[in-house]
């Protein structure tokens, strides 16, 4: 390039980098507690995966591959919008069950990775048996109102469709055998996969 336009190139190139120097200096900072502004603060938390997540990564030894009802399962799961990461979403179930781990590894981490990753599996695909019956319940309605106006079937079916939800829950619960688990698992299977970053 001309000398012409290769300053203003290095200078445009100097401003970015001296942005991102500033951007990355305000994180540190908020990160260690010297930020005064809630606004600051809030927009520059960092999101680090938690600790059983670090313990799954640990242990794992490759990929596993998902089922056809895990997959169905986790299509149905409803997207999630985290305001504390209290919970898992769709893709940290996906994480947890696409995780393998050795067979052979009877070390206490890997057991509470296989009993986690089971009880996840479980829920997932639970998740199909409560659409599915609710889906179902709300076609027999349908096809019981059959002779009647549209006025009656849209006054029926929501709440049909609301209460197979619940019955659906139980069947697929009872199918998975999800209801005679532990409560160790269950606990196990609903730890969050990510974390706020904290200095405790």
């Known amino acids: 390039l001309p000398i012409s336009q290769a300053r203003p190139l290095a200078s445009r190139r100097r401003h970015a980098s001296l942005k991102v120097l500033a951007a990355t200096a305000m994180i540190v900072r908020t990160v260690e507690g010297t930020s005064s502004s809630p606004a600051a603060s809030m927009s520059a938390t960092l999101v680090v995966p938690s600790d059983v997540t670090i313990m799954e990564e640990k242990k794992s030894i490759g990929k596993r591959r998902l089922g056809l009802l895990e997959k169905t399962g986790l299509l149905l799961t409803a997207p999630m919008l985290h305001i504390t990461y209290?919970?898992?979403?769709?893709?940290d179930m996906r994480a947890v069950l696409s995780k393998k781990y050795d067979a052979?590894?009877?070390?206490?981490?890997a057991n509470l990775c296989r009993a986690r990753q089971e009880s996840v599996r479980k829920a997932v695909v639970a998740t199909n048996f409560?659409?599915?019956?609710?889906?179902?319940?709300?076609?027999?309605?349908?096809?019981s109102f059959r002779r009647y106006n549209y006025q009656s079937r849209l006054v029926a079916l929501p709440f049909v469709f609301?209460?197979?939800?619940?019955?659906?829950?139980?069947?697929?619960?009872?199918?998975?055998?999800?209801?005679?688990?532990?409560?160790?698992?269950r606990f196990l299977a609903s730890l969050p996969a990510k974390t706020y970053f904290t200095e405790n």
């Open 86 to 91: 209290s919970k898992m979403d769709r893709g």
């Open 104 to 109: 052979e590894d009877t070390s206490s981490a």
């Open 130 to 143: 409560m659409w599915g019956t609710a889906g179902g319940m709300t076609g027999l309605v349908w096809w």
């Open 162 to 185: 609301y209460g197979g939800t619940f019955v659906g829950r139980a069947l697929g619960d009872v199918i998975t055998f999800r209801n005679a688990e532990f409560a160790r698992d």
